[in-house]
């Protein structure tokens, strides 16, 4: 009785993340109960429940009875102490200031946690990129090129429970060789971490290219700083100079960000 107790609570508890990460997803906007069963993958009489509870305790607000619900005072209470991995941020954002007026591109810093991916930080001077998403947010692990470089500094045990949370990656992950753990683990020990990681996605007649170099804390990886570029898919002359430009332009800009890690810790 107890274990299938602990078991109800288990999932209630999920629902409830999974239903503030929704209204989350809508930033401002209202979002009703509807929608958000929907998208949350539960009843909407769970999801009633658990919006009654949420809205008592002041973790959501009630717009309207048509308009749905936003996050409440006290979810934005939980986050009083500032953002996440604040003293790393702090020391990032002046050079990823610099690095987007330099590139004009949007700059991305990111970590994993618990077997996933977020980004903590972005600077986006075309407010395109990200545009939708200026708080802490899950990422793609396999398709992005940070997510990749941060799997290139995990040990085998860590892979491995990446693979069996995620399975082998998808046709919409752009990494099409991947069959089994084995072959994973390959294809990770093929990334140099030593070395700028590119992975470029094809969209119709663009190409989303991702950069990505290693921020150290005591000699450990502890998060990934990538630039997000949109290119023309024809690499001419000119353009391969430009990329070399704007890669030596990121290396010198990670050097003084794991400059000043160093001496503060």
């Known amino acids: 009785m107890k274990k299938r107790y602990n078991l109800y609570m288990i999932k209630t508890t999920e629902k409830t993340m999974t239903i503030l990460s929704v209204i989350a997803d809508a930033r401002y906007r209202p979002v009703t109960p509807k929608k ?36 409440g005072p006290q979810t934005y209470y939980l986050t009083r102490f500032g953002k996440y991995e604040q003293d790393l941020i702090s020391i990032c954002r002046p050079v990823m200031n610099y690095l987007a007026q330099k590139t004009g591109d949007a700059v991305i810093l ?68 991947i069959n089994s753990f084995n072959d994973f683990r390959n294809e990770i020990s093929k990334i140099n971490v030593r070395q700028i990681i590119k992975i470029e ?46 890669k030596n332009t990121f290396i010198k800009a990670v050097q003084v960000i794991n400059g000043r890690i160093r001496e503060k810790n």
């Not at 002041?58 to 749905?68: D, I, P, Q």
């Not at 990200?130 to 990422?139: A, I, T």
């Not at 921020?215 to 024809?234: H, Q």
């Open 36 to 71: 958000i069963a929907e998208k949350a993958q539960i009843t909407a009489s769970a999801c009633s429940h658990i919006l009654k509870t949420l809205l008592v305790n002041g973790y959501v607000e009630k717009v309207s009875h048509n308009a749905g619900y936003i996050l």
């Open 201 to 246: 996605n094809i969209y119709k007649d663009i190409c989303a290219t991702g950069y990505a170099l290693p921020l150290y804390r005591n000699k450990k990886c502890v998060a990934a700083l990538g630039l997000s570029c949109i290119f023309p898919i024809e690499n001419t002359e000119s353009f391969l100079r430009e990329e070399q430009a704007l």
């Open 110 to 177: 990111a970590t994993i946690k618990n077997y996933k991916k977020f980004i903590i930080e972005t600077i986006d001077p075309t407010h395109n990129t990200f545009k939708d998403y200026q708080q802490v947010r899950e990422d793609s692990i396999y398709r992005t090129a940070t997510g990749r470089l941060l799997l290139a500094h995990m040990d085998r045990w860590d892979l491995e429970e990446i693979y069996n949370h995620y399975g082998k990656p998808t046709k919409e992950d752009f990494w099409p060789s």
